[in-house]
């Protein structure tokens, strides 16, 4: 374990200094991850005023504190390996790292942690800014704060899980473009990422309980924001913790099946 740490931690100083290379693709992200929950937050905000003041009882207040928690939860739970598999299979670039003496899900994850913590030196003040223009009404209390460590946790490896075993389809097919945009789209709706669930049908957002998108963003804002209490808490670690080992032994699985059929392509 020490020997991983200390491996880990090389990666991550490299991903770190790599990432420092290109500040101008980091802030393109960072743009991104700003606008999108902006725009949200604009639009039902606008909605809101139009109807009286509220909509699914939820008034400007709650829904510019939803949206720059959920920024702030989606950039620390994100991933984006799915997208760059089928690249470092084609370009060989997967094939120099199966021969290595570690698992590339270790380099995978030290560039998730660089490029986080290195963006969040821009979005934390980006959310600061937001809480002034916006006045959000925060309901949750220390105790919301506590319950949403483990959640974010929980979130966090399970998104992780889930898109690391979704990015493993490319050893199958050469272009997952298709199949990524219809995860995203789901994730899209039945997350919470474009309008809180409390605004979807009713069948909506039963079935967002029963897969695992609520989970990875959804169910940590409810609990940050002091809407999840009690049972309901104890409910969605449940969750949680079901959908990431359903999401690990997917990983594994195929993974292992995958290296089996994988041919070295590229330079």
């Given amino acids: ?152 946790l929980l979130a966090f490896v399970l998104r992780f899980a889930l898109e690391w075993t979704l990015a493993m389809v490319a050893f199958w097919t050469t272009r997952i473009g298709a199949i990524n945009q219809a995860y995203f789209t789901a994730f899209l709706f039945l997350s919470g990422r474009m309008a809180p669930l409390a605004l979807m049908p009713r069948f909506v957002q039963e079935l967002a309980s029963i897969l695992p998108f609520r989970w990875m963003l959804s169910f940590p804002l409810d609990v940050l924001l002091g809407r999840a209490t009690g049972e309901k808490i104890l409910r969605g670690y449940v969750a949680q913790l079901v959908w990431i080992s359903v999401s690990v032994a997917a990983a594994r699985l195929a993974w292992r099946s995958g290296v089996r059929r994988f041919s070295a392509v590229g330079s």
């Fill in 1 to 152: 374990m020490r020997s991983l740490l200390r491996i880990f931690r090389l990666y991550f100083e490299t991903s770190l200094a790599v990432q420092l290379q290109y500040p101008a693709a980091t802030v393109i992200w960072l743009i991104g991850g700003v606008l999108e929950p902006v725009i949200y937050l604009v639009v039902w905000t606008t909605v809101a005023r139009l109807q009286g003041g509220e909509v699914g009882g939820l008034g400007p207040p709650a829904f510019a504190a939803y949206y720059i928690a959920l920024m702030l939860v989606q950039h620390w739970t994100f991933t984006w390996i799915m997208w760059e598999y089928e690249y470092l299979i084609r370009d060989g670039t997967l094939a120099r790292r199966l021969m290595r003496p570690v698992h590339p899900i270790v380099n995978d994850l030290a560039d998730n942690i660089a490029y986080k913590l290195l963006a969040s030196v821009a979005m934390i003040p980006a959310a600061i800014v937001m809480v002034f223009a916006f006045h959000p009404q925060f309901g949750g209390s220390w105790a919301s704060v506590l319950a949403f460590l483990p959640a974010f």
